[in-house]
C-alpha cells in the first residue's frame, strides 16, 4: 500500500516553521551537564536547494551555508529546517542582504546563540568544487562484523603504553557509517574522521564500534558527541577531534565537529554531498 499522506508545504516566509530542540536533553545520556563542554566546535548545514524572488519577482538561486556554535541553548529540527527555508521561495526581496539578515535573525532567535549564513552562486559552489578526507580509510579492512547497536565496549588500544611518552598521531576515516533519524526512522549515511594524538587505537575496533551505530536512532549531533566521549573514555587521547559529515537528504547536508585541543580539519564537500 502507498502512502499518500502529503506534507503541507508553505512557500511564503514563515518564521515559526523552525522547530528547535534544547542540545542539553541530548547531551545528559551522555554524562555532559552544566555549561563546561568537554569539547569544542560547531555545526555546518549545507541547503543546496534554496530559492527566493528578487525585488522584481525573478527567482534567485543559492547554496545557503549556515554554521552554529556548538555552545547554543537549541539546535534546529532538520525538517523544520527545510520546511522553514521552502518557504522563502515565492517570497520577495529587496538586496540579497535582506535575504541573509532574515535567516540570521531567525535561526539566532531559534538557538538562541549567534549563527552564520553564507549565500553562495552556483559558480561559487561550482568553484569551490568537491574535496577528499585525509588520512587512513578504513573502508577496506578484512573484518567480520556482527553488531549493528552502539557497542562502545569495541573500542580497543592497540597495546598497553610502557612509557608516557609514547604516543601516536594519525586521523582515521570512514565512508560505512549509518544511523536512523530518531524522528523517521530513515537513515542518515555519512562519514566519520577520527583525528587523535595518545594511545594507538586499534584501527578494527574503531571501525566496527562505527559500524555499531547502523541501527542506532539519535541525531547526528548527538551520535558525533557520543563518539567523542566513547572515544575519550574508553582509549584516553591526549587530544581528539571528531568530525561526522552527514550526506544530503532534503536537500540539506549536516557536518558535526567536536574537537578539544586539535585543530579539526577544514569544511570539505565530499563526493555524496
Known amino acids: 500500500m502507498h502512502n499518500t499522506q502529503k506534507t503541507a508545504y508553505k512557500d511564503s516566509y514563515l ?3 523552525l522547530k528547535s530542540l534544547p542540545r542539553q536533553e541530548q547531551r545528559q545520556p551522555l554524562g555532559i551537564t552544566g555549561k563546561k563542554l568537554p569539547f569544542d566546535g560547531f555545526d555546518i548545514w549545507n541547503a543546496y536547494e534554496f530559492s527566493w524572488l528578487n525585488a522584481k519577482g525573478r527567482p534567485e538561486v543559492a547554496l545557503a551555508r549556515f554554521q552554529m556554535p556548538v555552545g ?3 539546535f534546529i529540527e532538520s525538517k523544520s529546517f527545510k520546511l522553514y527555508l521552502g518557504s522563502c521561495s515565492n517570497t520577495r526581496f529587496a538586496l540579497r542582504s535582506e535575504v541573509v539578515d532574515t535567516l540570521k535573525s531567525d535561526l539566532t532567535r531559534a538557538i538562541n546563540a549567534p549563527v552564520k549564513v553564507l549565500l553562495m552562486t552556483p559558480e561559487e559552489v561550482q568553484k569551490e568544487g568537491l574535496g577528499q578526507l585525509c588520512g587512513t580509510c578504513l573502508d577496506n ?3 567480520e562484523i556482527s553488531e549493528y547497536r552502539w557497542n562502545p ?3 580497543e588500544l592497540e597495546k598497553e603504553l610502557k612509557l608516557e611518552k ?3 598521531q594519525e586521523t582515521l576515516y570512514t565512508h560505512l557509517f549509518r544511523s536512523l533519524c530518531p524522528i523517521t526512522g530513515q537513515p542518515d549515511l555519512g562519514s566519520i574522521t577520527v583525528q587523535y594524538e595518545g594511545p594507538g587505537i586499534r584501527h578494527e575496533g574503531l571501525l566496527k564500534y562505527l559500524v555499531s551505530y547502523r541501527n542506532q536512532a539519535a541525531f547526528g549531533e548527538q551520535i558525533t558527541e557520543q563518539i567523542f566521549v566513547d ?3 574508553q582509549c584516553s587521547p591526549r587530544k581528539l577531534a571528531v568530525i561526522a559529515r552527514f550526506n544530503r537528504r532534503g536537500g540539506i547536508d549536516i557536518n558535526v565537529h567536536r574537537t578539544s585541543e ?3 580539519k577544514d569544511e570539505v564537500r565530499i563526493w555524496r554531498q
Open 15 to 17: 518564521s515559526s516553521l
Open 262 to 264: 586539535l585543530v579539526s
Open 231 to 233: 572515544i575519550m573514555k
Open 153 to 155: 565496549e569495541l573500542l
Open 166 to 168: 609514547e604516543s601516536v
Open 141 to 143: 579492512l578484512d573484518v
Open 72 to 74: 547554543s541553548v537549541n
